[in-house]
C-alpha cells in the first residue's frame, strides 16, 4: 500500500513590534462569531482559538496567517451573475471553476435540462439532480433519478437518435465516455467516418481532425490535446471559449504562463486587461499573498499615484480586517516562496543584495554578511509597505507591483464596493420628522456662573479651565492647545475632586523604538477612515464585506447622531441603550446597570441590529450616568466573549468626552465613533450668550472640533507607531493606574493594573459626588467646583507638586544659602509627593542592624553619578538651564542640554565655579545647532531619533517661548541670515 504524506511548510517571523496586537487579537476571537466554511463545516470550529494567549508576536500573527490560507484559501475566485456554458442567473459563491460547490441553480436550461433545482453540486456531476420525463440530448422521454449528468447511470435508451448515431444500442453506459460503443459511416460532430473506440469526448487522445468545425476550432490539428489544459496548442485567430487571437503553449488555464491576453472575454469576464503575465504561482500562495496585504496594507488612504485596481484591493480588504499595525518586518514563506513585506511607514530597515550567482541576501542591517562588491549586480531596500518574493524552485525574483498588481485583479473587487454605505446615503434616506426634539435643562440663578445653568457641565467634570484651555481652543483654531513640562497635578486614584474614568488611564510608548512618525508633515501614512457595523465572513470574499458603514473620522455631529439611530436605509436599524440608572440605587447600582447594558446589547446584535447607540441622555435629578468609558469596555468585551462583536457597530452619544484623551481612550477600548454632545451644544450656547468670539455657526463649530480632534487622535497614535485608527481602535494602548482587578477583568480585559486600587463602587461614589453637586439646591455658588485648579494652582483646589509653597522654600534657601528654608522645601516637596505620586506612597523599612558608615560610599563620590534630565533650554529660562548645568558641574555629575542644543560661550569658556557646559549633549535627527564643536565638548552624545520638540512626540515648544536666543541656538537659518 502507498502512503502520501504532504506537509505544509509555512514560516514567520518579523523584526520589530505588532503595537496593536492585543486589538487584533480580540477581533481575531470575534470574528469566530461571523465565520463559516462550507469545506471545514462543524470543524472549523476545532481550528479557535485561532490565536492564543501568550503568544508572542510572530507566533499570533502566523497563526492568523495560516489560519486565512488554510480555511479560506482552498478555492478560486467567485463568480456571480455569470454566463457559464449557458448558466443564465447562476449565484456561484466560492467555488472550484468546474466543481462548482454551493451552486444554486433555479429553473435554468443547463444543457437542455429544463426545470432542475440544483443544489450545492458540483458542475459535471450534479448529484442529487431530479429530472423527469425531460429531453436529454435528444433522448426523448428518458427517466433519469438521482443520477450524475454525464454519467448517466442506470439510463435506458431504447431505439434513439444519439447524436445523429441512429439505431444505437445504448444499456448503462456514460454518455461521453461511449464506452464499447463502434461507429462506422455516421456524423459525429461533423466528423463523418470517424472511428470512435473509447474516446473522453473533451480529452480527444488521438483525434485528427481536419477542416472541421469542432466547437469552432476551425483547421486545428489535435494530437493528445487536453481542453483546458492546451498542452501545445497553437491556437490563431480561433474563438476557443471566446478567448480569440492567443497564443497558447503548455499554458494552464488559470496559471496563464507566458500567455498574452489583450481585452478578452474569459468565462464572462469581457474587457479583462492581462499583459504578459509571465510566471504562474499555486493557488495557496495566492491565498499566503493576499492574506499577508490584507493584514499589512499599504498606506493607500492618501497615494494619489497608487493604481486605482490596487487601491481598490486595499479598501476591500479594510472592509474584511484591520491592519496590524506597528514597526516591523516581516518575512514568511510557503517552502517554496520566501516573501517579505515592511509596514506602511517604513520603520524598520531592510536592505537585500542580489549576486551574480543568483543569490539574494536580505537583512535589517547591511554587513550581516560579508558579500564583494564585484559579485553585487543589484542592490536595494524593501520601500515601506513594499513586498518582495523570491521562487526558489524556478530561481526567480518577482517585483512588488506585479504581485499585488494579480493580486489586486483575482477578484472584481471595484464592483464589490459599490455596496459600501456612507453618511451621505444615510442622510439622504433620513426622516427628520421621527427624531424627538431634545431641550437641555437650563437653569437660571442670581448667584450660578454660566458652567452652573447647565447641570450637566458640572455632572461630567466641565470646569472653567477645560473649556478655557481645552475646548475653545480646539473649536477656534482646529487644533489641540500646546502644552509643556509635564503634568504635575495627582494621579487620578489620589486626586480629591472626584476624576473621571478617563484619568485613570495612560498612553503606552512603543517598546522597541519612539517612532519617528510626524502625523502632520507624514500625514500620506496616517488615516482615520474605518468600516462600521456588521463585518461579514472573511472566508468567503464577497461584495458581503462591503455592505459596511464607512466613515472617514469617528467624531459625529449632532445631526449625524440621529441620523444614525434613527436609520432605516437598506433594512439598517439600531438600537439605543440607556447607560443611566436611579439615583436612588447609589454605589451598588453601576455593576448591574453595566450588566443590564451588556445583556441588551448582545440581544440586540443577535436579533440584527446593525448599530449600537449607547446614550447617557436621559440623565436628570433622578438618574445618573454610568461612565461612559465603563459601559463602552464592558460592552466590548462582552459582545468579544460572546463573538458577537463583529455583528454590529458601536456608536457613543455621552456627554463626558471632550478631550482628545478621553476620545483615544474610548476609541481604544471598543467605540467605533462617538458624538460628544454636550461640547457642541456648550459652544453653541457661548455664542447665544455673546461669549464665543468669532461666533461661529453650528457648522464650523462642528468641523473645528472635529479637525482639531483628529490632530491629536493622530498625534496619539503616532507616539505608538500606529498610523490607521482602524488598527488603533479597540487596540487597548493604554496602562490603567489606580484600577481594582475586578473593574479590570469587566471593562479592560487584558490592560494592565500593576497596582490594583479604586473598585466599581468608588468609581460610582465619584460619579454620584458629581450629581449630587450638580443637582443639589444650594444658596452659593459653586466656584471652586468648577475650577478647582487641574492646570494652574489655586488656593484650596487641586494639589500640585510645584506648588507656590515649595517654589518659595527652594527660592529662599537658593538665594540665601538658608537651611531653614531649605529644611522647610524638604517637608512641603515630600508633603506634596505623597499627595501626587505612587512614590510618595512608599514607606521605609529600616534594618534592625544599621550597615557602619565606614561601609557606605562618600555622598561626593554617590553625586558624581547623577545627571538631570533632557530638558531643553527654550523650554527652560536661560537662567534655569544654566544654573542646572553649573550646579551639576561643581558636583562632579552631568547636565544634559536637551535637544536644543547649546550656545558655543557656555562650553568655550568654562570657569571652573561657573561653568555653564552640560556634559551630556543631544543630537535630535541632525538638527538643533549640531556642529563639530559642539559634538566635541560632549562627553556623552544622545542621539533621538524623534525630537520631542517636533509635534505629536514629547514636550512642545508653545510660542511665546520662542525668541531670538532661542532661534539662534536651535541654528535657525533665518536668524543666521
Known sequence: MNMYCYILYRYLAHNGEINTLRGNMNLMKAREGVMSSHVYGEDLKKLYPVVEEGMSDSGCVDNV??????????????????????????QVKRVPLFGLAGVQVKRVPLFGLAGIQVKQVPLFCLAGVQVKQVSLFGLADVQVKQVPLFGLAGVQVKQVPLFGLAGVQVKQFPLFGLAGVQVKQVPLFGQEGVQVRQVPLFGLEGVQVRQVPLFGLAGVQFKQVSLFGLAGVQVKQVPLLGLAGIQYKQVPLFGLEGVQVRQVPLFGLAGVQKVSFIFKIPLYTYFLFKAVMTMVPEAWQ??????????????????????????????????????????????????????????????????????????????????????????????LFYKDEVLKSNIANLRPVGKWLNETVTMTDLRKAHDSSKVPKLVPDIQTSTHAGFLEEDRRLSLYGFTTEAINLLVLPMVKDKKEALGSMGNDAPLACLSKFNPLCFDYFKQMFAQVTNPPIDPFREKIVMSLACPVGPEHNILEPSAEQCK????????????????????????????????????????????????????????????????IVLSDRKISKNYVPAPSLLAVGAVHHFLINEKLRLKVGLILESGEAREVHHICTLLGYGADALCPYLVFETISRLREKKLLDPPLADEEIYMNYRAACARGISKVMAKMGISTLHSYKGAQIFEAVGLHEEVIDMCFEGSASRIGGVTFKELAKETLNRHSMAYSEHECDNVMVMNPGMYHWRDGGEKHMNDPLSVGNLQDAAKNNNKDAYARFVESAGDMTRKCTLRGQLKLLYADNPVDITEVEEAAEIVKRFCTGAMSFGSLSIEAHTTLAIAMNRAGGKSNTGEGGENAERYLNEDPQFNKRSKIKQVASGRFGVTSSYLSHADELQIKMAQGAKPGEGGELPGHKVCCSTLNVLWCPMVHK
Do not use: H
Open 65 to 90: 496567517l495560516e489560519f486565512l490560507c488554510m480555511a479560506g484559501g482552498r478555492e478560486l475566485p467567485e463568480i456571480r451573475q455569470v454566463p457559464l456554458f449557458g448558466l443564465a442567473g447562476v
Open 548 to 611: 459596511r458603514l464607512w466613515l472617514e473620522q469617528p467624531i459625529l455631529s449632532l445631526w449625524d447622531m440621529d441620523v444614525l439611530k434613527y436609520t432605516e436605509y437598506n433594512g439598517w436599524k439600531t438600537k439605543v441603550l440607556d447607560t443611566t440608572y436611579p439615583v436612588e440605587q447609589g454605589v451598588d447600582g453601576l455593576v448591574p446597570t453595566l450588566q443590564r447594558i451588556c445583556t441588551e446589547a448582545a440581544e440586540a446584535a443577535k436579533n440584527g441590529y446593525q448599530l
Open 302 to 395: 492618501n497615494d494619489k499615484y497608487m493604481p486605482a485596481d490596487k487601491k481598490a484591493f486595499y479598501r476591500w480588504s479594510a472592509f474584511a480586517m484591520e491592519p496590524w499595525d506597528g514597526p516591523a518586518l516581516l518575512t514568511f514563506t510557503d517552502g517554496r516562496y520566501i516573501g517579505a513585506i515592511l509596514d506602511r511607514n517604513g520603520l524598520r530597515p531592510s536592505r537585500f543584495y542580489i549576486t551574480k550567482n543568483n543569490y539574494m541576501y536580505m537583512s535589517s542591517e547591511v554587513g550581516v554578511v560579508d558579500v564583494p562588491s564585484s559579485e553585487v549586480i543589484q542592490k536595494g531596500r524593501l520601500k515601506p509597505g513594499r513586498m518582495l518574493l523570491v521562487d526558489t524552485k524556478k530561481k
